[in-house]
């Protein structure tokens, strides 16, 4: 069995590469993947595979930014901490979702629930995981309910500058300095937002393309994003993801 794991989390990779060559001795793992960037090279000239392994959020982005740019026909089996997310986006469509941390006996079902698929199955799965992929990204949320105080306010995405996450926290801080809690993961939020006007910069930021104000070069290739308000900590965007932004920040808005 010849697979391919995509996953940012370097102690996540190894216990599923761990326990596919337990239950699996014979599995060869072709590669192990942490970026959309390179999942989408690898696949424009990937070997023979017969099942991937993908996070659905990955360093540099959400993992369904892949079937954007490649078309992937190797049945995939995804990988999630976040059990609503997974369970609303794939439960009909996917061969199967492992809840993290993954356990062997939830590897053993999932791959054999790949083995009973015919040709065909796999073929029409894989068209079916494209089509739910590429729904998802079109997907956008103009209003937010937020909580102030004794009041629910409507939060209107335009008036965004970024999110920032701390301690299991998402604040949404306004173009205007006003600033709200707001219940949903980052993750959630980079779905429901416009990717035109909003970049996931790295795992505790997402930034409104309206808020940024300068860019500065960073040590390591990296770069750190200025805002048009005080944010709690420096933004940089890792070097894996400095491409994508500039052409995210440079790039006409529909």
């Not at 690898?42 to 490649?70: C, K, N, Y």
């Not at 990988?79 to 061969?95: G, L, P, R």
Request: charged share 25%; proline share 3%.
């Amino acid at each position: 069995m010849r697979v391919v794991i995509i996953e940012d989390e370097t102690a996540a990779a190894q216990n599923l590469s761990s326990i596919l060559r337990k239950i699996y001795p014979d599995v060869e793992i072709v590669a192990t993947i942490d970026t959309v960037e390179d999942s989408v090279d690898f696949f424009r000239t990937a070997p023979s595979l017969e099942l991937v392994f993908m996070d659905i959020h990955l360093a540099d982005g959400a993992s369904f930014r892949i079937f954007d740019s490649v078309e992937v026909e190797v049945p995939i089996i995804f990988t999630t901490a976040y059990d609503q997310y997974a369970i609303e986006a794939f439960k009909v469509n996917s061969i199967d979702y492992l809840l993290k941390p993954i356990a062997e006996a939830d590897i053993r079902r999932a791959v054999e629930k790949w083995q009973r698929l015919t040709s065909a199955d796999r073929k029409e799965y894989s068209s079916r995981i494209s089509s739910v992929a590429h729904s998802r990204n079109t997907e956008q949320q103009q209003v937010f309910l937020v909580h102030f105080r004794d009041k629910i306010i409507p939060l209107q995405s335009h008036d965004i500058a970024f999110l920032h996450t701390f301690e299991e926290r998402v604040t949404a801080y306004c173009h205007t300095g006003e600033k709200y809690q707001i219940e949903f993961t980052l993750e959630a939020l980079q779905s429901k937002l416009s990717s035109e006007e909003f970049f996931r910069a790295n795992r505790q930021f997402i930034i409104s393309r309206k808020a940024v104000k300068d860019i500065s070069v960073w040590f390591g290739s990296r770069l750190t994003v200025n805002l048009t308000i005080e944010t709690p900590e420096r933004i940089i965007i890792p070097k894996a993801r400095v491409h994508e932004f500039k052409i995210w920040l440079t790039s006409t808005e529909k």
